[in-house]
């Protein structure tokens, strides 16, 4: 049984360039949770979404990240432009009740 | 607003030996209080959970947490520890009644156990 999939696992880029993170939810899950994971600030929820629609995106840091859910099973995060202080590990999270989360292994992001 | 604080931000023990992870929270209503763990270059992984009922909850890998609503804590126990248990272990208190699961982490405990 597959868990939570992200992609890509490592992630390196320039300043300015545009980044895409992508998550696969477990088959029947309906919640997704987007984290971001720094030394200085731990683990912060970034947004989250309900069959598919954003019940809560005041995590998000500003105008330059936005997140999708385009079908039931599929999200992606997006950053234009990067930063350097945009690197960090992204996880995201799955659910099927509300209740327990199911992270994936998380992409680790590295703005030059 | 919830908050959590795990003052310990390191704990080292010897194998077999017992350790406790410390976790306290604030709230202002009912909570659903988890411990997640995390080894290196992975995810988060729920250990336990406590949602109603009994306040001593039972987990995997043989950790439990007791919820204490006077003391706004939830601390982790394991009475024997072994190598593997090396990781990151991370308290998480969600509101009772959002109907979703908004957690709010806190800073984290490392756990390192020796031979």
Redesign the interface.
Known sequence: DAG?IQSPRHEVTEMGQEVTLRCKLISGHN?L?WYRQTMMR??E?LI?F?NNVP??DSGMPEDRFSAKMPNASFSTLKIQPSEPRDSAVY?C?S?PD?????????TRLTVL | AQSVTQLDSQVPVFEEAPVELRCNYSSSVSVYLFWYVQYPNQGLQLLLKYLSGSTLVKGINGFEAEFNKSQTSFHLRKPSVHISDTAEYFCAVSEGNTGFQKLVFGTGTRLLVSP
């Open positions: 939570v919640s949770f731990g683990l929820l989250y309900n019940i809560d996880f999270a659910s509300g209740d327990t989360q199911y992270f994936g292994p998380g």
